[in-house]
């Protein structure tokens, strides 16, 4: 989830009405952020329902997070353009549509299309629920309101699976999808009223370096998912991989000519914003890559049911919600590099202790342990690790850095999937327990090793306390006050009670 374009930090100006932006804002990130795990404890259904192959299953993932993170960063730009309440009624509307998609689709095609639509309205939402409440506030109270929608997003992520487990229990897993229509309309009929409509700098969409990047992205994951299926030396996994890394090619070529780039790669020139960046794609590459085949695992092999599975991994995902606020209180004692080292340090002997224990017969308390490492090292990076991505930046730029922050990860966890599943498939497979036990331990000493290698990586993060008058990059001008700071971005559109 991005923070981008927010009114200056010091400007009294506020747009539209507190506690109505608020109650918006927090159940659009609730809907939104659920369905990121929600799918996943859907997952061993959609293959009996649907005769899905491993394939298809990661694009049911892979679908709604590849087109998050790629339409990221653009459609906050021509959110800034359009104005950010239209937008956001727009990507409410865009989600809900492909909700519904989702729900009615037949077979895997039209669902991973249904979950592609879904992206593309979260890529709309997600940041303009952050940008539009931290508007609506004062700078005083900006601060408790952006900690609720923090809390609302992580819970959101913490009780996915449940939700997942017991609508596919009661109702079947078509309502995962129904459950949004009703949210998604309730939503477009408050919208226009309770939220007040602003504009941020309007910059030039990079539509080069929007397509640049999709076909990129779009390129390499194919390849990584088809490659089991069609054979690594096939022509067209082959032909995908050279597509894919010449459009990355090109996307860097261009982003570093073009006036107004989608990813500035000037941020790419400091230590500390290179290291967090690198932290956060190697933790979402474990992370999701191990929740996509360990959600399998509770319900192949130990036969648990959807339900059962969701509240197993409730140990995992809840203890985030511990850890995090902790993780954050202390980064800001004594700094957030140890913090995150820590927290990677925990993740990765957790994703150990499942790759070096389990088994065809291990019951859930052989997995709790690792359940419980895993949740708590995620939660210490969440704490601090937005911190980190901001410090490292001037403050003009923390509104792009932390959509690149937040696009890095997510495409982090598109290619642990993506990777993983490839690994399981070369080594395992669904044929017996037996097999999926192999397939699944090797997956996860790589999920594993590229947790030890955030770890490692964290050692260059910079390890100062946040220094309100220290710049990161030794600038002259602190970071609390810069030019224009106190002068509003344009008149308050909206009636503020």
Known sequence: MASIDVP????????????????????????????????????????????????????????????????????????????????????????????VMSALAPGMGLLIAGRGVQGIGAAIVLPLTLTLLSAAYPPEKRGAALGI??????????????????????LSWQWIFWINVPIGIALLAL????????????????????VLASVGMLGLVFG?????????????????FAVGVLAFVAFLVWESRTRYP???????????????????????????????????YVQTVQGA????????????????????PIGGILSDKIGGRPIVIAGMVLQAAGLALIAATVTETS?????????????????????????LALGAVRREEEGIASGVNNTIRELGGVFGVAVLAAVFASYGGYTDPSTFVDGMVTALWIGAAAVACAAVWSLWLDGRKDDPTTDVQGLSEA???????????????????
């Open 363 to 387: 019951g859930f308390l052989t997995l709790l342990p690792a359940f419980v490492l895993n949740g708590l090292g995620m939660g210490l990076y969440f704490g601090p690790a937005a911190n």
């Open 262 to 296: 989608m990813m500035p790669l000037s941020l790419f020139r400091n230590r500390g914003f290179n290291a967090i960046n690198g932290v956060s794609l190697l933790m979402y590459f474990g992370m999701f890559g191990s929740i996509f085949l360990v959600t399998q």
């Open 149 to 170: 929608w923090g809390a609302v997003g992580g819970l959101a992520v913490a009780l996915g699976p449940v939700v997942g487990g017991v609508v596919i229990n009661y």
């Open 8 to 99: 200056p930090t010091g400007s009294g100006v506020t747009y539209g009405h507190p506690g109505r932006t608020a109650a918006v804002a927090a159940v659009a990130v609730f809907m939104v952020s659920l369905d990121n795990l929600v799918v996943t404890t859907a997952l061993p259904v959609l293959r009996d329902s649907l005769h899905a192959s491993l394939s298809a299953l990661e694009w049911t993932v892979n679908s709604f997070t590849l087109v998050f993170a790629v339409l990221l960063l653009s459609a906050a730009v021509v959110a800034d353009r359009f104005g950010r309440k239209r937008l956001f009624t727009l990507g409410i509307a865009v989600f809900t549509a492909g909700s």
């Open 479 to 497: 970071k609390t006050s810069r030019p224009g700071a106190e002068r509003p971005v344009e008149e308050p559109v909206g009636a503020r009670g």
């Open 191 to 210: 919208a226009p009223s309770w939220l007040a409509e602003s504009h941020g700098e309007r910059k030039p969409l990079d539509l080069v370096g929007t």
């Open 305 to 324: 049911s959807p339900l059962g599975a969701g509240v197993r991994l409730l140990a995992w995902t809840g203890m985030t919600l511990i850890a995090a």
């Open 224 to 240: 990584l998912v088809e490659g089991n299926a069609a054979g690594w030396t096939s022509l067209r996994v082959l032909a995908s």
